[in-house]
């Protein structure tokens, strides 16, 4: 183990012993399941995920940790940011927004245009922060795909083990409209690696040549090595690619992130707290040459508040690697702990580097922090992670996301998390079947495998509910369908309008189909549904878990 490293550990063994502010006897909307009735989880009832009262999304009790609350997205109009140089949100070279051959743009792979995002009217909503809810996420990767938006998470556990990071597997959501998000479950488990001991940490995905490859820092018998995943689809499941690690032999292989240049080039950064890469072959799954360490002096990583003769500069971990119009950026988590962000530039993917500033102050009750930035449907979006949920902090993090706006220099605008805004691309089809694990917000639900695809909504008792924003009910609605299963007595869907008490559009009843897993479709009939409408599945009836959810649709 590096002396880094276990100064590190030493430092986050004082900070949770005198810091931290998760709070044990909080309950809360993760995996455990919670009691209270608003729809951030907590008490306060103002759906910022914090119990302070005010109307932002942290969970310190001041509202705020950072000096400047600064939310300036002021800048150019310019938002393609993304990892390409033409603008499409793609890594490919091409003109479109795929990555693959075919000539279609939305979600679901065909041409149809009927996708729950293709809706052109915006609906207006804001989205909310975290968003999941239904568990703890870390370390977020966006990555665009076709019309979709999905985020790579690692899933931070709720029982710790020795007090430190306790985690298993990665996480996947995806969004249309950047307010409702789909769980797509989990598309590999560290064990799927025969050579990883454990620690699921940081991971990225990208595609190339039709498939989608997933670097993944685990434990070895070395200390830490980076794995690479592939998969068919974004959703996986994906499964080891060379059966050994890809980069093994030292406690610094963590926090991967991977790139392809406009030439065909791919690059793998990587460390804490030494930043390295390799140049990647075509084949992703193997590299050319030695890996070579970035010289980080202080013009090129900013100087460290903290005097370190060691460490000189603020880079820390978590790096994040892409190209925006001929400039190479670098973000990254930042140091000293508790963390920030902080990023740097570069005429060249390899560097030198020069240091560009602080992108978010720290704050949020999480001791570190981690970047991922991309464009969608012409936004630019900063990932990030905190404490916010009850019962969060540094060991239970929430991965969030704010919309900001590059100055007209490219440079990245400092981002209050406490002030972090992000209105909704888009608006949700009800007339096809959307997903139940897809929303915006919940209260009390868990997600699990479904036995007919995908994952369902399950763990609903009596009071629960779930909210999806921005549906946009342009043709009016007469019914209602939903899929469903109980092995107890069942329940009702109460379907809400604009509030979890909102007007009453129409009630489903829900009878026993003998297992969990047994499912049947019920159907009710709905009024007074036209127009733009948040929606709210309220869920009643005797018990503590009445049915699973996994699908629904209106019908005009």
């Not at 100064?7 to 809360?28: N, P, R, V």
């Not at 940490?201 to 039709?210: G, S, T, V």
């Not at 969608?376 to 900063?382: A, D, E, I, Q």
């Amino acid at each position: 183990m590096t002396t880094r490293l276990f100064f590190l550990i030493i430092a986050l063994f004082i900070w949770t012993s005198c810091g931290s502010s998760s709070g044990s006897d909080t309950e809360d909307s993760s995996s455990d399941g919670d009691s209270d009735s608003d729809s951030d989880g907590d008490s306060d009832g103002d759906g910022d995920g914090d119990s302070d009262g005010d109307s932002d999304s942290d969970s310190d009790a001041d509202g705020d940790s950072d000096t400047d609350g600064d939310s300036d997205t002021d800048g150019d109009s310019d938002t393609d940011g993304d990892s390409d140089t033409d603008g499409d949100g793609d890594t490919d070279g091409d003109t479109d927004s795929d990555t693959d051959s075919d000539s279609d743009s939305d979600s679901d792979g065909d041409s149809d245009g009927d996708a729950p995002g293709d809706f052109p009217e915006d609906s207006g909503e804001m989205g909310d922060n975290p968003i999941v809810q239904t568990l703890y996420t870390a370390d977020p990767a966006p990555m665009v795909y076709k019309d979709r938006l999905y985020v790579y998470t690692t899933h931070d556990e709720d029982n710790l083990v020795d007090n430190f990071f306790t985690m298993y597997d990665w996480r996947t959501y995806s969004t249309t409209d950047m307010v409702n998000w789909t769980d797509h479950g989990s598309p590999i488990h560290y064990k799927d690696f025969s050579w990883a001991k454990g620690d699921a940490w940081a991971a990225q995905c990208i595609p190339r040549n039709d498939r989608f490859y997933l670097y993944v820092p685990v434990k070895t018998s070395g200390g830490k090595g980076i794995g690479v995943a592939v998969a068919d689809t974004p959703e996986g499941p994906f499964k080891d690619a060379i059966g050994k690690p890809l980069i093994d032999g030292g406690w610094d292989n963590i926090d991967p992130t991977v790139f392809i240049d406009d030439d065909g080039q791919a690059y793998l950064y990587w460390g804490n707290p030494q930043l390295k890469y390799v140049k990647l072959n075509e084949d992703m799954t193997s590299y050319s040459g030695q890996v070579q360490n970035v010289n980080q002096t202080p013009a090129s990583f900013g100087t460290r508040s903290e005097s370190d003769p060691d460490y000189p500069t603020t880079y820390e971990e978590g790096p994040w690697f892409y190209k925006r119009n001929d400039l190479y950026y670098m973000v990254f988590a930042a140091g000293p702990i508790s963390e920030h962000i902080g990023y740097s530039t570069s005429s060249s993917p390899t560097g030198p580097w020069t240091y560009g500033g602080v992108v978010m102050p720290t704050a949020g009750s999480s001791f570190t922090n981690h970047p991922g930035v991309v464009d969608f449907k012409g936004k630019s979006y900063l990932f990030y992670h905190n404490g916010a949920l009850p019962g969060g902090g540094g060991f239970h993090r929430s991965v969030c996301a704010a919309e900001f706006t590059y100055r007209s220099d490219g440079s990245i605008p400092e981002i209050s998390m406490n002030s972090a805004k992000r209105p909704g691309v888009g608006s949700m089809n009800p007339y096809i079947q959307q997903e139940a694990e897809t929303m915006a917000w919940q209260s009390g639900i868990e997600t699990e495998p479904c036995s007919e695809g995908g994952m369902n909504v399950s763990e609903i008792s009596n009071g629960d509910w779930i909210k999806v924003l921005g549906v946009n009910f342009k043709n009016g609605a007469g019914s209602f369908e939903a899929r469903v299963a109980s092995a107890g007595g069942g329940g009702k869907i109460e379907i809400r309008l604009d509030g979890e008490s909102g007007t009453l559009a129409g009630t489903c009843d829900v009878l026993g189909t003998g297992d969990w897993q047994s499912w049947e479709t019920v159907s009710c009939d709905v009024s007074g549904v036209t127009g733009m409408h948040d929606v709210y599945f309220k869920f009643t009836g005797n018990g503590n878990t009445l049915f699973n959810f996994n699908w629904w649709k209106f019908i005009p």
